[in-house]
T-cell receptor, first 114, second 112 residues
Framework: SQTIHQWPATLVQPVGSPLSLECTVE??????LYWYRQAAGRGLQLLFY??????ISSEVPQNLSASRPQDRQFILSSKKLLLSDSGFYLC?????????????FGDGTRLSIL | GQNIDQPTEMTATEGAIVQINCTYQ??????LFWYQQHAGEAPTFLSY????GLEEKGRFSSFLSRSKGYSYLLLKELQMKDSASYLC?????????????FGAGTRLAVHP
C-alpha cells in the first residue's frame, strides 16, 4: 500500500532563516505531488504541484520554492522566511495520469516564524 | 475565477443527521471531493462525485448536481468523533493531474 511521510511535524524558525521541508511517498511510481499551506481556520491553498522529476508548477508568487530531485521526493524550501510564511504545510500525492483520483495527505508540518 | 462556498460552522446533536452544503463556480468541472479534517491533523478523503446523484458510503453520503453547481455531504447517526472540519474540493481540469480547488471548510461540532 502507498504511504506518504512528511517531516518535521513542527518547526519554529526565526525570520530570515532558511527552510527545508521534505516529503516522500512509498508504494507507487511517478505520483503527482503537491504542496499546500493552510492558515489558521482557513482552507488549503495550493502552492506547488509536480507531475514528474524536475517538473514544478507554481500556483502563487511567494517566498517559497519547490524541487523534486527524485521520483517520490518533494521538497519545499525558502532562502529567507517571512512572518507571513507561518502556517500548516501539507504534502499530498495522487496517482499519475488520473485526474479523478483523490489526493492523499501527509501528516503536515506546523511552521511558526518568530 | 474559481469559487467554492461552504457554511463556516454548524452544530448538531449526537445521533442526528446533518447536511453540509457546498456550491461552486469553476472554470471547468472534473469531479468534486469531500474531505474530513480533525483539528491539527491532515485531511482524509471521504467521497468523490463526478456524475449527478447520490453516492453512499456507510454513514456518509454525498450528492452532486452539476447543473446547479451544488453538492452536499450527509452525515447520519452522528457520533462525537464526527466533530471536525469538512472540506469541499473541486477538480476543474481533466488531464494527467488532479489540481484541486478547496473551499474554506465547514467546522462541525457534535454535542451530546
Amino acid at each position: 500500500s502507498q504511504t506518504i511521510h512528511q517531516w518535521p511535524a513542527t518547526l519554529v524558525q526565526p525570520v530570515g532563516s532558511p527552510l527545508s521541508l521534505e516529503c516522500t511517498v512509498e508504494g507507487t511510481s511517478n505520483p503527482n505531488l503537491y504542496w499546500y499551506r493552510q492558515a489558521a481556520g482557513r482552507g488549503l491553498q495550493l502552492l506547488f504541484y509536480s507531475v514528474g522529476i524536475g517538473q514544478i508548477s507554481s500556483e502563487v508568487p511567494q517566498n517559497l520554492s519547490a524541487s523534486r530531485p527524485q521520483d517520490r521526493q518533494f521538497i519545499l524550501s525558502s532562502k529567507k522566511l517571512l512572518l507571513s510564511d507561518s502556517g500548516f504545510y501539507l504534502c499530498a500525492w495522487s496517482p499519475p495520469q488520473h485526474s479523478n483520483q483523490p489526493q492523499h495527505f501527509g501528516d503536515g508540518t506546523r511552521l511558526s516564524i518568530l | 475565477g474559481q469559487n467554492i462556498d461552504q457554511p463556516t460552522e454548524m452544530t448538531a446533536t449526537e445521533g442526528a443527521i446533518v447536511q453540509i452544503n457546498c456550491t461552486y463556480q469553476t472554470s471547468g468541472f472534473n469531479g468534486l471531493f469531500w474531505y474530513q479534517q480533525h483539528a491539527g491533523e491532515a485531511p482524509t478523503f471521504l467521497s468523490y462525485n463526478v456524475l449527478d446523484g447520490l453516492e453512499e458510503k456507510g454513514r456518509f453520503s454525498s450528492f452532486l448536481s452539476r447543473s446547479k453547481g451544488y453538492s452536499y455531504l450527509l452525515l447520519k447517526e452522528l457520533q462525537m468523533k464526527d466533530s471536525a472540519s469538512y472540506l469541499c474540493a473541486v477538480s476543474p481540469f481533466s488531464g494527467g493531474y488532479n489540481k484541486l480547488i478547496f473551499g474554506a471548510g465547514t467546522r462541525l461540532a457534535v454535542h451530546p
